[in-house]
């Protein structure tokens, strides 16, 4: 059974740092496309970031330069290193698996974090 | 960028069948997917390549796609299928997820 667990959300001050995690059980992070997927309070589904099996990141034009992807191939984690944190961060934050390179849709999510960008 | 529209609302009686839309420019030629969205829930997988159900997904889930047009359709609506639905596919290197629309069963 596959299993994403995220974890490091949190109340962090405008312009703060985070880091999340989200440790997978039953797939491999390294040899899979992992995602970060956001949801605000209140609204809707927005992709923040990918990073592919081979290493190449991605990521929204919200984030870029202020959030980095990454693993840890030995504790099969996936991260997202959130920098110059603001209120618009404010969401909760979902670990997924890309299932298909052809179709590019998630078939497996975490239950989310919850990070909170407020003074 | 590429946007997917939604009706922010679609309500649907007991057994009924519910269709929710999903607009977008020529969308026909694109692999849409659909996901289900329950009160502190992560979202879940219900339909993907525009028709194809994810093992134990209930046959009362269908899509379809076509134009500028994708549609999901609940048959026999069920107190249970009452949540938010987002419909999301892939253009120029990103995901893009529609507005969402919340399913009421009446």
């Known amino acids: 059974e596959v299993q994403l667990v995220e974890t490091g959300g949190g109340l962090i001050q405008p312009g703060g740092s985070l880091r999340l995690s989200c440790a997978a059980s039953g797939l491999s992070v390294s040899s899979n496309y992992m995602t970060w997927v956001r949801q605000a309070p209140g609204k809707g589904l927005e992709w923040v970031s990918i990073l592919y099996s081979g290493g190449s990141t991605y990521y929204a034009d919200s984030v870029k330069g202020r959030f980095i992807i990454s693993r840890d191939n030995s504790k099969n984690t996936l991260y997202l290193q959130m920098d110059t944190l603001r209120a618009e961060d404010t969401a909760v934050y979902y670990c997924?698996?890309?299932?298909?390179?052809?179709?590019?849709?998630?078939?497996?999510w975490g239950q989310g974090t919850l990070v909170t960008v407020s003074s | 960028s590429y946007e997917l529209t939604q009706p922010l609302s679609v309500s649907v009686a007991l057994g009924q069948t519910a269709r929710i839309t999903c607009g977008g420019n020529n969308i026909g030629r694109k692999n849409v997917h659909w996901y289900q969205q329950k009160p502190g829930q992560a979202p879940v997988l219900v339909i993907y390549r525009d028709s194809n159900r994810p093992s134990g997904i209930p046959e009362q889930f269908s899509g379809s796609n076509s134009g500028n047009t994708a549609t999901l359709t609940i048959s026999r609506a069920q107190a249970g299928d009452e949540a938010d639905y987002y419909c999301?596919?892939?253009?120029?290197?990103?995901?893009?997820f529609g507005t969402g629309t919340k399913v009421t069963v009446l």
């Open positions: 999301q596919v892939w253009d120029s290197n990103s995901y893009v």
């Open positions: 997924t698996r890309d299932a298909s390179i052809a179709y590019r849709y998630f078939d497996y």
